[in-house]
């Protein structure tokens, strides 16, 4: 990246580790000014000008923490806080916390504060998973499934004919030609994917009589899917990167 990005003030780094790609977001207060997004095998790292005063991070690639915290602390003379279950400022009701994903986590909490509860977040990443908030601000547990494009690299990698097509809606769900007819599966059987757990969700959680539940998507592939159904009422791509500024900043003290 040539050049460095400077900015004025107190900045907060917020750093999304996924298993596909790590995402920088730099906030100056509430604002997200930029954010950056590298391939997670690279050492890809924002060049910087000004004073970061701190950094927050969700990591679900251990393997990369503790060289990411040495890079970071190196670039930008910070220690890095990663956020866990054991850290993050809401009630955790599961078996084993350590086994839930930070971004998971990161992402119940900022709907908590951002958008209300209850909630269930839909996250179109590596894979695609369904978080439940309750209406007390607790994080339930939720439902993974493979990723659209996990799923995509799947058909091509483990058949002899499949091609490897872009994630796209097609004009009709019945295919005409083996692309077509894929990329159908892709979308539209992720559409009633979303479509078939949110309602179970709402019906085995809430109950029939708490059938509005706000549902928030986020990831990359967020925008196509939703296109596609009435049952998301928000899509917000940086969800992760706000509510690590959130726990970062200490806004839950003063609600």
């Avoid at 050049?3 to 604002?31: C, E």
């Avoid at 590298?38 to 910087?48: I, K, Q, V, Y």
């Avoid at 995509?152 to 097509?165: E, F, G, M, Q």
Wanted: charged content about 20%; hydrophobic content about 45%; glycine content about 10%.
């Amino acid at each position: 990246m040539p050049g460095k990005v400077g900015y004025n003030g107190r900045m907060l780094l917020a750093v999304d580790v996924g298993n596909t790609d790590i995402v920088y977001g730099l906030f100056s207060g509430q604002k997200l000014v930029k954010t950056w997004r590298f391939p997670a095998s690279t050492n890809g790292m924002p060049r910087l000008k000004g004073q970061i005063h701190q950094i927050m991070v969700s990591s679900v690639v251990p393997s990369l923490d503790q060289r990411l915290a040495k890079t970071l602390k190196r670039c930008f003379g910070v220690v890095p806080v990663f956020v866990s279950a054991a850290n993050i400022p809401m009630q955790v009701r599961v078996r084993n916390k350590k086994e839930v994903g930070a971004d998971r986590l990161v992402d119940a909490f900022a709907v908590l504060k951002l958008y209300g509860v209850p909630a269930i977040i839909v996250d179109f990443g590596t894979a695609t998973t369904f978080d439940v908030v309750s209406a007390k601000g607790e994080y339930k547990g939720g439902v993974i499934a493979p990723g659209i494009t996990l799923a995509r690299d799947a058909l091509y990698n483990r058949t002899a004919k499949l091609p490897k097509v872009k994630i796209a809606a097609p004009r009709n769900v019945v295919g005409k030609d083996t692309v077509s007819a894929m990329q159908s599966g892709l979308v539209y059987g992720y559409v009633a994917l979303v479509e078939g757990v949110v309602e179970r969700i709402r019906h085995s959680v809430f109950g029939i009589r708490h059938c509005r539940v706000r549902v928030v998507a986020t990831g990359g592939l967020a925008g196509l899917i939703c296109k596609h159904t009435t049952v998301i009422d928000t899509i917000d791509p940086d969800l992760t990167l706000k509510g690590l500024r959130l726990i970062g900043e200490g806004k839950w003290k003063k609600t």
